[in-house]
């Protein structure tokens, strides 16, 4: 099974600030990786994933990640928050071990990034 | 699409009593997840199905709780004695297929036993 760990449960952040969550994963044969978004009383939302080729990727609302793999982690950044960012973010992992099975998604603990004016 | 639908979003009941969750996935996705969510132990994965066949139940806590999806457009997550302990948020998600496919969650149940 995958792991992912979330190094961070709490990161407040004042408005305009860069902010950067970090996720490292078990590694796998190969993986694909996602960020999800939960705003308050919402279920999550997928933000950006990564399944191959540029290790930089971009989602939405100005969010971007980057693959690392030798240091298998993915973390999440923005260069200047908002206020509507405030909200807790998930980041997971769907491994394909050697036998080319696909596996289910697995979530971190999730951070809540607080952003404050 | 409408996306996946649960209901009730709220449900508050009494420790004793059945307490049902209903899902409807997006259609044309073949594998739908119940997850909890509370605040001691994040996210949890309860069940998956896929075509309507229970993959993987090791999540679901104990004998009070069972799931049945009956055919490709509905689920229900069943707790039957519910218990305090049952306060949490139920997710529903769907998704097309493993691996590179992410899911789409729905907006959850929050069901408060008192």
């Known amino acids: 099974a995958q792991s992912v760990t979330q190094l961070d449960s709490q990161v407040p952040v004042f408005e305009e600030a860069p902010v950067e969550l970090r996720c490292n994963y078990s590694s796998s044969v190969s993986v694909y990786l996602f960020w999800y978004v939960q705003y308050p009383n919402q279920g999550l939302q997928l933000l950006l994933k990564y399944l191959s080729g540029s290790t930089l990727v971009k989602g939405i609302n100005g969010f971007e990640a980057e693959f690392n793999k030798s240091q298998t982690s993915f973390h999440l950044r923005k260069p200047s928050v908002h206020i509507s960012d405030t909200a807790e973010y998930f980041c997971?992992?769907?491994?394909?071990?050697?036998?080319?099975?696909?596996?289910?998604?697995?979530f971190g603990r999730g951070t809540q990034l607080t952003v404050w004016p | 699409d409408a996306g996946v639908i649960q209901s009730p979003r709220h449900e508050v009941t009494e420790m004793g009593q059945e307490v049902t969750l209903r899902c409807k996935p997006i259609s044309g996705h073949d594998y739908l997840f119940w997850y909890r969510q509370t605040m001691m132990r994040g996210l949890e994965l309860l069940i998956y199905f896929n075509n309507n066949v229970p993959i993987d139940d090791s999540g679901m806590p104990e004998d009070r709780f069972s799931a049945k999806m009956p055919n490709a457009s509905f689920s229900t997550l069943k707790i039957q004695p519910s218990e305090p302990r049952d306060s949490a948020v139920y997710f529903c998600?769907?998704?097309?297929?493993?691996?590179?496919?992410?899911?789409?969650f729905g907006s959850g149940t929050r069901l408060t036993v008192v």
């Open positions: 998600a769907s998704s097309i297929g493993l691996g590179p496919y992410g899911y789409t």
């Open positions: 997971a992992v769907s491994g394909v071990d050697r036998g080319s099975t696909l596996g289910r998604l697995y």
